[in-house]
């Protein structure tokens, strides 16, 4: 699946959210998006870490905005089956001394928000928010009973995304959860669990 929705800015100038699922994008651009969301991390001092970059490429669509060849925001859905594990899964739960363990998602028809990443300008602003609704109405569209998503509360960015459109921290799954060797500022960077419910996600829609 590829097309791309195009979004008009109150100056008048338009910009383009581009929707495609990796196994219809070409191997460069794909690498391209992938490169931009590093550097934003590398840029905010997140450390990389080789348990968080695991390979989601088969269950994943990405969606991106760009303007005179510049990659403004992009974010990234992985749908949830039996064959997978979604971040969500991949991250440890922070505080348990006695041995390290992991949520299991055992439910169908949901998938994992991630890989969020925009300019940190007016115009990256503006296509991220657009993006993040975008990918709101994507996710109505599918029919998906609970997006989850990670959520670290140093990063007020992310919150003003989340979290004043309605996501809710996880009851099933209340964290928080960190990855091995993924690091803020030189701390551990931990993240709450959070869930947009189908209502949610049509009302983020409805914004565009």
Known sequence: MSYNLE???NSGSS?????MACDNMNECDLQRIKRFVEKKYSEARYSNSRWK????DPWSTWFWVEEKGEILSAMRIVEKVPENCIPLEIAVIYGTKSQALRYAVLEENV???NAVAFELSRTGWYAAKKTFR???KYCADKGYDIVYGLYNPILRGIEKLYLSEGAVFSERYP????FPGFYLNGELSKFHVI?????TLQNIASKL
């Open 7 to 9: 979004l008009k800015q």
């Open 15 to 19: 910009l383009k959210v581009n929707i």
């Open 53 to 56: 970059n695991q390979n989601y």
């Open 111 to 113: 998938a994992d928000w």
């Open 134 to 136: 975008t990918v709101a």
């Open 175 to 178: 964290g928080p959860v960190y």
């Open 195 to 199: 869930e947009l419910e189908k209502e």
